[in-house]
């Protein structure tokens, strides 16, 4: 007799994970033997599942991840080394907490993109907020975004974000304005927030690729002292996917 208004009130009080559970039970036979203090935990349970639920898809829709990568879908038996045990803590996550850096360094195709990309979603899923940028194109929307008034507000978005994401770093020499924009979001963000980097560039090498000397130290020295270093080796995994495989 209760049902209808009830659903109602659940639903105006924007309790909808409840309410779906309230119907659930009322049509299962066996709920009738359950107690009212069990009755209230299933429907509790259900509203914070679901409220978990649409946070983390708000979170990923945020994070714009370049690839859909999962920490479990790593593949542990491709020679590219990989350093288990240091992956083990960057899966933890707890790193982004302090904050410290990672720094991804390797080959084209070994995996680096795809390993940041997992541990962005894994961030995700222990609900930290991430924002995934490829740096040339982050330079180009940075670009524009100062001809039409949105450049500070860009600026803003990639500080806030716990963990920030600059894929392809690198790639070539850094002009005057990029270097400019590129220290102002790391002094932004050092001691709030972490940085991930993938790079086809040894490290040893970016202070030539930022160019400025004074400017380079002062990016290098918010970057490196505090990042950890996963260093992959190896063909590339794209060609040994798209390498025709000889018939049994």
Known sequence: MLTHPTIDQLVKLGLAGMARAFTELQDNQSATALGHAEWLALLLDREATERSNRQLTARLRHARLRQRATIE?????????????????????????????????????????????ALGNKACRDNRSVLYQ?????????ALARGDGRHRKLMKRLGKVRLLILDDWGLEAFASEQRRDLLEIVEERYGRGSLLITSQIP????????????????????????????????DSLRRKLATPQPAA
């Open 73 to 117: 879908d790593i593949d542990w038996r491709s020679p590219r080394g990989l350093d288990r045990t240091l992956m083990q803590r960057l899966i933890a996550g707890d790193w982004i907490d302090v904050p410290h850096n990672l720094i991804i360094e390797g080959p084209t195709g070994v995996g680096k993109s795809w390993l940041a990309c």
């Open 134 to 142: 490829r740096l040339p194109k982050l330079f180009a929307e940075l």
């Open 203 to 234: 490290v040893d090498r970016w202070h030539d690729i930022i160019g400025e000397p004074t400017i380079a130290d002062a990016i290098l020295d918010r970057i490196v002292h505090n990042a950890h270093h996963l260093k992959l080796k190896g």
